[in-house]
């Protein structure tokens, strides 16, 4: 078994929106390890989204611990937590956002120029299958292209994690496929943890590990021997 | 209340910061027009009140000695409404404990009764009794700067006798508003009082029994002023008479008439430049505001919102932030225009004040700003409302943006790609990015505007105090002096040269074109008082022919080499014609110069003197003044030194108030602009910023991201608000320009720097503002609503 890379402890979080007090997560416990494809699954409010959020250093847990290698997350102040996106994550989102006034190149440059050790955009965009549309505006793509676009600037970084919130939400299966397609080549060629939240129980099947979310909780935990390949993915 | 309005109401607190700022911006355009014009007309009115209380004449004649028979003849004259005649005699003033010499204006007052025009406004004390030889009531202005109150006593030298008088009363003349002393430019309070006491006792000092020196006239209100001065001039040419003049060419009202035009011409040419700025920039912001509700519309319409219903809603919110700023601006402009009505009210000591109320300016401020917004939301609602709910609901298409070069070439590697984003928005949004660009450069111009009268003043008093008149003191003889007067002035203590000056009376005319004006005799070589032409250089007094002020050229419509017809207005009084020679840089009064010899010439009289210019040790001033106080010859002395702090200190009231009042304005309306622009983008590009945050940048790139372009955009305005700037200063300067007083345009560059000085800090201010907004960029909720 490879290193452990995210290690959640007793995580909760809690919001108050108004007079109504919301529990997100309640005291969850989930250890992720290097180089894994982990999906999420469960209803809305069941807390995928708000684990990805402070796994990503976009949110803030209300009590527990969670360590991303040796970083103990919990503990970080916002600049901390910004030079920790910076780093190690990248980001994948249902609507893209791809800056419009940017090129396909332009838009994984972006990231590029304030990263450590980053691959050229050319590869990067290469990697899902794009280099030859790099020179497009996003309202030149199509919804596939774009979610592409959007998974080569998040990877460009060499990043260790990249955290997709419904990545195929937005799109038709075959393109869906397509976006799957490319997440998985990353994973085996960089080894980039991957954790997908999705509502489409198809891509259950291409992860490592399912983890099935209520009521901020983790209810149940599947793991897959075999991994299918995204083309056998139908939805 | 309905629904609608509720949100109305919540929408106008969330936004309230965008709110006030655009409502400033509308309050700086209404505050300058109900402040610049109400102040004037207040003053106007103020002015035709006190004229009409106190009976200021129409038309003024000085004589020599007239006989008092004489009044019933001239009031028999067509068109005269009332006669007033009187003793007027220019004397040296000796005040205890004040070194300098001083001049009086001494009137006199009926020893029966009231005299018939230019009634005094007495505030303290009394009128002399009736054939005092002591009491006088002195004005105000002088009082004060004496701090005489009744009882105070100084000496005047009265046809050569000195005279003990005392203070009974202190009062105000609409004669006498404006104060200045033979030979100055500027009142001096100090140097130059008006003194009124009884006729009798003036008669016996000049030997004016049964006479008069001086008549003023009342016109009926339809009467020809020409044909009465005429007149007049005809029935006391016998008896020593100076043309008589209209109050055009008397002293204080032309003055005043010159200080109310300027206020009136600053209220035509700035307040509709702020006013336009401000509904430009508004009708920008609130166009943009509207377009960002764009969700909001088609969500009302796909719940069953008619059009007008939800047009009418955004067009309620607008009208009510453009109610809060004419409000806002109203009172503001109100009280500044209070404030300038006082501060002038004083300057020039009226007796009341009257402040107008002016409806008609509130409602064209409201109904251009209420316009200017109301025009802005229609334009953004009319695209919005057009589209189908379901389309309008879902956020606007991306947008298609260019590259900036054609394919081959590549910027990649060249600039970052924030500089790439700031490059493409700008390019994408040309018209918008223009509008930016030209309020910015407004801005910068209005405040060029506002401040550029400082360095033109500094030009004026370079080369009137510096270039042309260097002379320490000019003294004025009180009648013409021989040449050997000159000799006698320069034995006195401290004086170091001595230049003579002769001084006559004329109208000059080109065609229907006439001007009263004085001839001034210069010397040859004169190296004190020189003459300085359109290149700055000094010139030599031309031997035949006159220089005179380029103004006087441009009233007349001559230019050097035309002939103008001169009425000598002393002496055999004969009309000449003469070739004009030359024009001249000055900036006060309309004047004429020529050889002194060739003035002598032409008065066909021996060479004579009516003042002398001095060069002065200062370390024996006080001996040359005590000699000059004991000069029964002398009317005045002019000093130099006095004259530039006067002149200072009364441009330094005008121009620092209402630079300062206009300066705050733009400024408002340069962070109105700035900080809406920034609030906006940062509204429109909310996800795109949120993003970057999430990749990883932190919150001063986002910031520098956000505002590079409105950087850039604020940075290039400059160089084209200098250029309005100037030309608005040029329109400013035409419009001020009169045959009292002109400047030469000047604007330093440090005027410049300190506009786009100002525009720049109000953006670095906004920015500021901005950035709290940016560091509350909600991520989380940003990224998981769509595009």
């Given at each position: 078994m490879s290193e452990t890379i995210f290690a959640a402890r007793a995580l909760t979080k809690t919001y108050t929106s108004g007079e109504v007090e919301v529990?997100?997560?309640?005291?969850l416990d989930l250890d992720v390890s290097a180089g894994e494809v982990v999906v999420l699954l469960g209803p809305?409010?069941?807390g995928k989204s708000t684990l990805l959020n402070i796994m990503g250093g976009l949110d803030h847990a209300t009590s527990g611990r969670l360590l991303f290698k040796n970083i103990e997350?919990?503990?970080?102040n916002d600049r901390e937590l910004t030079a920790y996106r910076r780093r190690h994550v990248g980001f994948v989102f249902q609507f893209y956002?791809?800056?419009?006034?940017?090129?396909a190149y332009e838009n994984v440059a972006l990231v590029t120029e304030i990263a450590e050790r980053p691959m050229k955009p050319d590869d990067a965009l290469a990697l899902v299958g794009l280099e030859e549309r790099m020179d497009h505006f996003p309202a030149q793509l199509s919804g596939g292209e774009q979610q592409r676009v959007a998974i080569a600037r998040a990877i460009a970084k060499r990043p260790e994690v990249l955290l997709c919130d419904e990545?195929?939400?937005?799109?038709?299966s075959t393109t869906g496929i397509r976006v799957i397609e490319a997440l998985l080549s990353v994973n085996a060629q960089l080894g980039t943890t991957t954790m997908i939240i999705t509502h489409?129980?198809?891509?259950?099947?291409?992860?490592d590990r399912v983890l099935f979310f209520a009521d901020g909780q983790i209810s149940k935990i599947h793991k897959n021997e075999t991994r299918r390949a995204s083309a056998e993915l139908t939805w | 209340m309905p629904v609608l309005d509720i949100k109305l109401l919540r929408d106008l607190r969330r936004l309230w910061g965008q709110a006030l700022a655009i409502s400033l911006v509308i309050a700086g355009g209404v505050a300058t027009l109900v402040l610049a014009v109400g102040s004037h007309r207040s003053l106007d009115q103020t002015r035709a009140a006190y004229y009409e209380r106190y009976g200021f004449a129409d038309v003024f004649a000085v004589v020599r000695r007239a006989p008092k028979t004489l009044v019933s003849q001239i009031a028999e004259i067509?068109?005269?409404a009332a006669v007033d005649a009187r003793i007027a005699k220019l004397a040296l003033l000796d005040i205890p404990n004040f070194r300098e010499p001083a001049s009086g204006q001494f009137i006199s007052l009926p020893?029966?009764?009231?005299?018939?025009?230019?009634r005094l406004h007495m505030r303290v004390g009394r009128m002399p009794?009736?054939?005092?030889?002591t009491e006088v009531v002195v004005n105000e202005n002088f009082a004060n700067a004496h701090a005489f109150v009744p009882g105070a006593r100084f000496s005047a030298l009265l046809n050569g006798r000195k005279r003990e008088l005392e203070i009974v009363g202190i009062a105000l003349s609409p004669e006498f508003i404006y104060t200045t002393g033979p030979?100055?430019?500027?009142?001096?309070d100090r140097r130059f009082g008006v003194i009124w006491m009884s006729e009798k006792t003036l008669a016996s000092a000049y030997d004016l029994d049964g006479a008069f020196s001086s008549v003023n006239l009342k016109l009926l209100r339809d009467a020809s002023e020409r044909d009465v001065v005429q007149r007049l001039d005809v029935l006391l040419d016998r008896h020593g008479g100076r043309a008589a003049y209209g109050r055009k060419d008397q002293t204080s009202h032309a003055w005043l008439d010159h200080e109310l035009d300027m206020l009136n011409n600053m209220s035509r040419t700035l307040p509709p430049i702020f006013l336009l700025v401000s509904a430009f920039l508004i009708n920008l912001t609130l166009s943009r505001l509207v377009a960002l509700e764009r969700e909001q519309i088609g969500l009302l319409k796909a719940l069953g919102y008619g059009n007008i219903t939800i047009a009418w809603h955004y067009i309620k919110f607008v009208i009510v932030l453009a109610t809060i700023g004419v409000v806002i601006g109203s009172v503001m402009g109100t009280w500044l225009g209070i404030h300038i009505t006082r501060l002038f009210g004083d300057f020039f000591h009226f007796p009341f004040l009257i402040f107008t109320k002016s409806p008609d300016l509130y409602a064209a401020a409201a109904a251009l700003s209420l316009a200017a917004a109301v025009i802005g939301a229609i334009r953004a609602l009319r695209d919005v409302v057009a589209l189908p709910p379901a389309v309008a609901m879902q956020?606007?298409?991306p947008p298609r943006f260019h590259r900036l070069?054609?394919?081959?070439?590549?910027?990649h590697g060249v600039f970052s790609q924030p500089i790439v984003m700031m490059l493409r928005n700008i390019t994408h949004h040309p018209i918008r990015a223009g509008f930016t660009m030209l309020g910015m450069a407004l801005a910068t111009g209005i405040l060029i505007v506002s401040l550029f009268t400082r360095d033109t003043m500094e030009q004026l008093i370079d080369v009137t105090?510096?270039?042309?008149?260097?002379?320490d003191a000019t003294v004025s003889f009180i009648e013409r002096r021989s040449r050997d007067v000159i000799m006698q002035m320069a034995r006195l203590?401290?004086?170091?040269a001595v230049e003579p000056y002769r001084e006559v009376p004329v109208r000059i005319r080109h065609g229907s074109i006439e001007r009263r004006v004085m001839i001034s005799g210069r010397p040859q070589g004169?190296?004190?008082?020189r003459i300085i032409d359109a290149d700055l250089r000094a010139v030599v007094p031309p031997e035949t022919g006159l220089a005179v002020s380029a103004m006087l050229a441009h009233v007349l419509g001559v230019q050097a080499g035309d002939f103008v017809e001169v009425d000598l207005?002393?002496?055999?009084r004969r009309t000449v014609t003469l070739p004009i020679a030359a024009e001249v840089e000055d900036y006060f009064g309309l004047r004429a110069m020529m050889d002194a010899d060739a003035l002598s010439r032409l008065m066909r009289e021996g060479p004579t003197v009516s003042g002398v210019n001095l060069s002065v040790d200062s370390n024996r001033l006080d001996f040359l003044y005590k000699a000059i106080k004991n000069?029964?010859?002398?009317s005045g002395m002019a000093l130099q030194r006095v004259s530039l702090g006067n002149f200072r200190e009364n441009v330094a009231l005008l121009i620092t108030t209402m630079a300062s009042i206009y300066t705050s304005l733009a400024a408002v309306i340069a962070f109105g602009m700035v900080y809406n622009s920034a609030r906006i983008s940062l509204s429109e590009r909310a996800r795109e910023l949120a993003s970057l945050r999430v990749f990883g940048f932190s919150q001063g790139e986002v910031m520098r991201i956000l505002l590079l372009e409105l950087a850039v955009l604020s940075l290039a305005a400059q160089p084209l608000g200098w250029v309005i700037g100037y030309r608005l200063a040029w329109i400013m300067k035409t419009n001020l320009a009169g045959e009292l007083m002109r400047v030469r345009l000047v604007v330093e560059p440090f005027t410049y720097a300190i506009a786009s000085g100002v525009v720049l800090t109000a953006a670095i201010l906004s920015a500021l503002v901005v950035r709290e907004r940016i560091n509350k960029l909600d991520l989380v909720a940003v990224l998981k609503t769509r595009d």
């Amino acid at each position: 078994m490879s290193e452990t890379i995210f290690a959640a402890r007793a995580l909760t979080k809690t919001y108050t929106s108004g007079e109504v007090e919301v529990h997100a997560l309640r005291g969850l416990d989930l250890d992720v390890s290097a180089g894994e494809v982990v999906v999420l699954l469960g209803p809305s409010g069941s807390g995928k989204s708000t684990l990805l959020n402070i796994m990503g250093g976009l949110d803030h847990a209300t009590s527990g611990r969670l360590l991303f290698k040796n970083i103990e997350l919990t503990t970080l102040n916002d600049r901390e937590l910004t030079a920790y996106r910076r780093r190690h994550v990248g980001f994948v989102f249902q609507f893209y956002n791809l800056i419009p006034s940017l090129t396909a190149y332009e838009n994984v440059a972006l990231v590029t120029e304030i990263a450590e050790r980053p691959m050229k955009p050319d590869d990067a965009l290469a990697l899902v299958g794009l280099e030859e549309r790099m020179d497009h505006f996003p309202a030149q793509l199509s919804g596939g292209e774009q979610q592409r676009v959007a998974i080569a600037r998040a990877i460009a970084k060499r990043p260790e994690v990249l955290l997709c919130d419904e990545p195929t939400g937005a799109l038709d299966s075959t393109t869906g496929i397509r976006v799957i397609e490319a997440l998985l080549s990353v994973n085996a060629q960089l080894g980039t943890t991957t954790m997908i939240i999705t509502h489409n129980a198809s891509i259950q099947d291409v992860a490592d590990r399912v983890l099935f979310f209520a009521d901020g909780q983790i209810s149940k935990i599947h793991k897959n021997e075999t991994r299918r390949a995204s083309a056998e993915l139908t939805w | 209340m309905p629904v609608l309005d509720i949100k109305l109401l919540r929408d106008l607190r969330r936004l309230w910061g965008q709110a006030l700022a655009i409502s400033l911006v509308i309050a700086g355009g209404v505050a300058t027009l109900v402040l610049a014009v109400g102040s004037h007309r207040s003053l106007d009115q103020t002015r035709a009140a006190y004229y009409e209380r106190y009976g200021f004449a129409d038309v003024f004649a000085v004589v020599r000695r007239a006989p008092k028979t004489l009044v019933s003849q001239i009031a028999e004259i067509p068109g005269v409404a009332a006669v007033d005649a009187r003793i007027a005699k220019l004397a040296l003033l000796d005040i205890p404990n004040f070194r300098e010499p001083a001049s009086g204006q001494f009137i006199s007052l009926p020893d029966i009764g009231e005299p018939a025009l230019d009634r005094l406004h007495m505030r303290v004390g009394r009128m002399p009794e009736p054939g005092s030889s002591t009491e006088v009531v002195v004005n105000e202005n002088f009082a004060n700067a004496h701090a005489f109150v009744p009882g105070a006593r100084f000496s005047a030298l009265l046809n050569g006798r000195k005279r003990e008088l005392e203070i009974v009363g202190i009062a105000l003349s609409p004669e006498f508003i404006y104060t200045t002393g033979p030979g100055d430019i500027m009142p001096d309070d100090r140097r130059f009082g008006v003194i009124w006491m009884s006729e009798k006792t003036l008669a016996s000092a000049y030997d004016l029994d049964g006479a008069f020196s001086s008549v003023n006239l009342k016109l009926l209100r339809d009467a020809s002023e020409r044909d009465v001065v005429q007149r007049l001039d005809v029935l006391l040419d016998r008896h020593g008479g100076r043309a008589a003049y209209g109050r055009k060419d008397q002293t204080s009202h032309a003055w005043l008439d010159h200080e109310l035009d300027m206020l009136n011409n600053m209220s035509r040419t700035l307040p509709p430049i702020f006013l336009l700025v401000s509904a430009f920039l508004i009708n920008l912001t609130l166009s943009r505001l509207v377009a960002l509700e764009r969700e909001q519309i088609g969500l009302l319409k796909a719940l069953g919102y008619g059009n007008i219903t939800i047009a009418w809603h955004y067009i309620k919110f607008v009208i009510v932030l453009a109610t809060i700023g004419v409000v806002i601006g109203s009172v503001m402009g109100t009280w500044l225009g209070i404030h300038i009505t006082r501060l002038f009210g004083d300057f020039f000591h009226f007796p009341f004040l009257i402040f107008t109320k002016s409806p008609d300016l509130y409602a064209a401020a409201a109904a251009l700003s209420l316009a200017a917004a109301v025009i802005g939301a229609i334009r953004a609602l009319r695209d919005v409302v057009a589209l189908p709910p379901a389309v309008a609901m879902q956020p606007p298409a991306p947008p298609r943006f260019h590259r900036l070069l054609p394919t081959g070439f590549s910027i990649h590697g060249v600039f970052s790609q924030p500089i790439v984003m700031m490059l493409r928005n700008i390019t994408h949004h040309p018209i918008r990015a223009g509008f930016t660009m030209l309020g910015m450069a407004l801005a910068t111009g209005i405040l060029i505007v506002s401040l550029f009268t400082r360095d033109t003043m500094e030009q004026l008093i370079d080369v009137t105090f510096f270039m042309a008149d260097r002379q320490d003191a000019t003294v004025s003889f009180i009648e013409r002096r021989s040449r050997d007067v000159i000799m006698q002035m320069a034995r006195l203590p401290g004086v170091l040269a001595v230049e003579p000056y002769r001084e006559v009376p004329v109208r000059i005319r080109h065609g229907s074109i006439e001007r009263r004006v004085m001839i001034s005799g210069r010397p040859q070589g004169a190296d004190l008082s020189r003459i300085i032409d359109a290149d700055l250089r000094a010139v030599v007094p031309p031997e035949t022919g006159l220089a005179v002020s380029a103004m006087l050229a441009h009233v007349l419509g001559v230019q050097a080499g035309d002939f103008v017809e001169v009425d000598l207005l002393e002496g055999q009084r004969r009309t000449v014609t003469l070739p004009i020679a030359a024009e001249v840089e000055d900036y006060f009064g309309l004047r004429a110069m020529m050889d002194a010899d060739a003035l002598s010439r032409l008065m066909r009289e021996g060479p004579t003197v009516s003042g002398v210019n001095l060069s002065v040790d200062s370390n024996r001033l006080d001996f040359l003044y005590k000699a000059i106080k004991n000069m029964p010859t002398v009317s005045g002395m002019a000093l130099q030194r006095v004259s530039l702090g006067n002149f200072r200190e009364n441009v330094a009231l005008l121009i620092t108030t209402m630079a300062s009042i206009y300066t705050s304005l733009a400024a408002v309306i340069a962070f109105g602009m700035v900080y809406n622009s920034a609030r906006i983008s940062l509204s429109e590009r909310a996800r795109e910023l949120a993003s970057l945050r999430v990749f990883g940048f932190s919150q001063g790139e986002v910031m520098r991201i956000l505002l590079l372009e409105l950087a850039v955009l604020s940075l290039a305005a400059q160089p084209l608000g200098w250029v309005i700037g100037y030309r608005l200063a040029w329109i400013m300067k035409t419009n001020l320009a009169g045959e009292l007083m002109r400047v030469r345009l000047v604007v330093e560059p440090f005027t410049y720097a300190i506009a786009s000085g100002v525009v720049l800090t109000a953006a670095i201010l906004s920015a500021l503002v901005v950035r709290e907004r940016i560091n509350k960029l909600d991520l989380v909720a940003v990224l998981k609503t769509r595009d």
